[in-house]
């Protein structure tokens, strides 16, 4: 049986609460291998007085990608639609001495999108980086079985968001003279599993806006490029918790599906691990990146 055929049946509905209950990867385990946060960004100052904006940072990847880059002296503004969550956020990066605005907006709507992008430059200059990170994932659905409205959420999020990001960013980068701008992609750009369809669709999609916006600015000194990270252990993958499990036993589920779906490194990665891929795609490090999309996936992609 495929890769992918293996964890679909891990994954259905039915199927998790009876993977979780034959398994027991410890936390200690599933942790193994990660990098420590002083060995990722080396204590740096790579963004010291750098204007970033990232869509999507009330949880997740967003939010470590946030208190990541206002650790290196960035002034990070940022979005996401749960006011609650951002103000926290905003508070815990403000506590240890960085600098962050929480702005809230909805990337579904250009409105938003344009006065987030406006506040931001407002308060902090720039932008000189913008990840454009938020994102929704369904429950795992064949696609005949997926609503009009559900594949319209999905697409509205995971590529008109980005698209209008960009947008409304460009503009300002090229008055600069130049800028960084990453999208949070997917594995699911190169390749998918059932049940994934409007997922896949969209984040294919990232694949085609990055590779056009490289060429289109690249004269204006704007790099464009996606980090396509593997599964990671984040709010997200709760869409396709089954109703009733409790925490413990949906903690086994993941690992187990790491286990099964990540062939090499047999784990989800940590949010900060791909933050701190987004961090060094963002740097003069990787000047000569652009265009791509560069998966973070723990050999994911790599199995067969
Ligand atoms: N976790 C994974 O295994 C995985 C793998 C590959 C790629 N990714 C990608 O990583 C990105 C971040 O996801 P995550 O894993 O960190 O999950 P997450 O914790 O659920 O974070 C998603 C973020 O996107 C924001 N968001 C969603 N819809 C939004 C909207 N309409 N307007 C503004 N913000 C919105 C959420 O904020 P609000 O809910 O507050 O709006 C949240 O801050 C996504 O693009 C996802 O596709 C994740």
């Known amino acids: 049986m495929g890769r992918s055929g293996k964890t679909d049946v891990l994954m259905s509905r039915r199927g998790a609460v009876g993977a979780a209950a034959g398994l027991a ?3 200690t385990a599933a942790m193994a291998g990660t990098a420590r946060a002083a060995d990722r960004d080396g204590g740096g100052e790579r963004f010291r007085g750098k204007s970033v904006l ?12 946030a208190i990541a880059f206002a650790r290196e ?47 931001a430059v407002g308060r902090y200059g720039g932008p000189d980086i913008a990840l454009n990170n938020a994102g929704i994932q369904l429950p795992f659905t064949d696609l005949h079985e997926v609503s009009i409205e559900e594949w319209d ?28 701008i990453l999208v949070t992609g997917s594995t699911n750009q190169f390749a998918t599993r059932t049940g994934l369809a409007s997922y896949t669709a969209a984040k ?19 790099r464009v490029v996606a980090v396509a990270p593997g599964m990671t252990d984040t709010e997200m993958l709760d869409a396709h918790r089954p109703e009733g499990i409790s925490d413990e036993e949906w903690r086994l589920t993941k690992a187990a599906f790491a286990e099964q779906g990540v062939d090499a ?6 949010p900060e691990e791909i933050a701190a891929a987004a961090l060094a795609l963002a740097s003069d490090a990787f000047a000569f990146q652009t265009g791509t999309s560069v998966p973070v996936d723990g050999g994911q992609l790599a199995g067969l």
């Open 25 to 27: 990867f410890g936390g």
């Open 54 to 65: 990232i869509t999507g940072a009330t949880s997740g990847i967003g939010r470590a990608a």
């Open 73 to 119: 002296g960035a002034k990070v503004a940022f979005c996401g639609r749960r006011e609650r969550l951002g103000r926290a956020v905003e508070r815990e990066i403000r506590e240890s001495g960085g600098e962050a605005t929480y702005l809230k907006a909805d990337v579904r709507r250009p409105r938003d999108v344009r006065s987030f992008v406006e506040r």
């Open 153 to 180: 959420d999905v697409a509205s999020t995971n590529i008109r968001g980005v698209f209008l990001a960009m947008k409304y960013q460009i503009p300002y980068m090229r008055e600069a003279g130049g800028g960084v």
């Open 204 to 222: 294919n999609g990232v694949t085609g806006l990055v590779q056009a916006a490289a060429l289109e600015n690249a004269a204006h000194h704007i």
């Open 265 to 270: 490194m047999k784990r989800m990665a940590e």
